[in-house]
Nanobody, 126 residues
């Protein structure tokens, strides 16, 4: 079992920055990849970013590339999503997720991830 607890959401103006955190517990954090997803009102959940176990490899959705950065601190069992130049279309509930499959590469697919955080709301006003 892995427990994921998120923090850092909120209401910001367009152009602002925000940092999401996701603290993990229950298994050795450095042994699984992590991802961030988001779900906007009336839309399906979509991939945002993912990071490998050691933090060396990252992938991003085109919509956030160059603005968002995913990182992790394995000494703190925490993954971060740094969001810069926020836009109104970034408004969504953001979820972190853990992929415990050590044999696969990073994935954008929801069904690959085994555990999910509770989600935190980010609202960007224009």
């Amino acid at each position: 079992q892995v427990q994921l607890v998120e923090s850092g959401g909120g209401l910001v103006q367009a152009g602002a920055s925000l940092r999401h955190s996701c603290a993990a517990s229950g298994r050795t954090f450095s042994r699984y990849a992590m991802g961030w997803f988001r779900q906007a009102p009336g839309k399906e959940r979509e991939f945002v970013a993912a990071i490998s176990r050691g933090g060396v490899t990252t992938i991003y959705a085109d919509s956030v590339k160059g603005r968002f950065t995913i990182s992790r601190d394995n000494t703190k069992n925490t993954v971060y999503l740094h969001m810069n130049s926020l836009k109104s279309e970034d408004t969504a509930v953001y979820y972190c997720a853990a992929d415990l499959n050590t044999n696969s590469g990073l994935s954008e697919r929801e069904d690959v991830y085994d555990y999910w955080g509770q989600g935190t709301q980010v609202t960007v006003s224009s």
